[in-house]
């Protein structure tokens, strides 16, 4: 009785040691929630995490994977975020300068309320291609440390240069240069 | 009989009424104890995060439409996920984090539990030969040159 009663409870502790160790691994697989900014700090040009998010406004989805083959401006941004409120109007004046020269615009609205993200967007008169990401799931992917960040993408999916809180108009051109130019 | 049935109704009746009355008329400051700023990830009566103020302003919104606590919670968590609720759901994945503490409390004083019944029961050394309760047995017998010195020992001593 002893005997088994023993085995019984080494069984347990080796599937609960067992079950820790699937949750790591599986944690691990998952990736770092830094491991674009991190390889970028290296000197690196990480691929740029794919998303399929909502369209803002509008309906469907837009996926990273369909801009393939031009350089992609990622801006992160929140209607409630202060100084996404400053950089708008010049993302747009620069967007409109370089929209018809492969470079795409693309705005993730994170961490937000989507009627919020919409009247900011009428507000500062918004006409580059938005998407909507209340839960934040590309914030990880991507290592945003705050908001607003800018992620600049070439025409093979790589990261080539990141512009942490509020773009200024060189930041724009040297991103933009070195996506096309990669 | 009848009086501790309708005792037992009034204390459950006492206990049901204020639930029922948080779930139709929530207050802001009960809301913000179990909602969570999504980007500082504190509660929301302790954050002033600008995303955390916008929220309280939508949950005063939504508490002056006449929304239910579940209501105005589920609206929150289809903008930012279930990260925002202060306690996990109990549901899917997140059922875990409710049972695996529970479960290791339960491990744990069955582990107790076993234990304490192993060691609290009588060892067979301890136990007499005949189980009459007299003395214990004696033990291996000495040899005779040892047996011999033990005498001379003892006898010092009387």
């Known amino acids: ?182 | 009989m009848r009086v501790v049935a309708l005792a037992a109704l009034a204390a459950a009746l006492g206990l049901a009424t204020p639930a029922f009355a948080s779930e139709e008329r929530p207050t802001p400051a009960e809301l913000e104890s179990e909602l969570v700023c999504p980007v500082c990830e504190s509660t929301l009566d302790t954050s002033n995060a600008p995303v955390a103020i916008r929220m309280k302003e939508i949950i005063r919104e939504r508490i002056a439409q006449g929304r239910t606590k579940t209501e105005i919670k589920d609206e929150l968590v289809a903008q930012f996920g279930t990260g925002v609720l202060a306690t996990p759901p109990k549901e899917g994945l997140d059922l875990l984090a409710w049972v695996l503490p529970l479960a290791g409390l339960a491990v744990g004083a069955a582990a107790v539990g076993v234990l304490a019944w192993r060691w609290s029961r009588p060892r067979k050394d301890d136990d007499d030969d005949d189980g009459d309760g007299g003395a214990p047995a004696a033990g291996p017998e000495l040899d005779a040159e040892l047996e011999h010195r033990l005498d001379r020992e003892l006898a010092r001593f009387e």
């Open chain 1, 1 to 182: 009785m002893s005997g088994r009663l023993r085995l019984g409870a080494q069984a347990v502790a080796v599937a609960a040691v067992l079950a820790l160790l699937a949750l790591l691994v599986w944690k691990v697989a998952q990736g770092s929630d830094n491991e674009v900014t991190g390889s970028l700090a290296e000197g690196g040009t990480p691929e740029a995490p794919v998303f399929e998010l909502a369209r803002l406004p509008g309906e469907g989805e837009l996926s990273l994977d369909e801009l393939r083959g031009k350089a992609v401006v990622l801006n992160f941004w929140a209607s409630w975020c202060g100084p996404c409120k400053e950089e708008t109007p010049l993302l747009e004046r620069t967007w409109k300068r370089w929209q018809t020269r492969d470079v795409v615009f693309v705005g993730v609205n994170v961490k937000d309320f989507r009627g919020d993200a919409l009247d900011f967007m009428r507000e500062y008169g918004v006409t580059y291609p938005n998407v909507y990401d209340g839960k934040g799931w590309t914030v990880g992917r991507y290592g945003v440390t705050g908001f607003p960040e800018t992620y600049f993408v070439d025409a093979q999916g790589r990261v080539v240069y990141r512009v942490a809180g509020p773009v200024e108009a060189e930041d724009l051109e040297v991103g933009i240069d070195r996506a096309l130019s990669a």
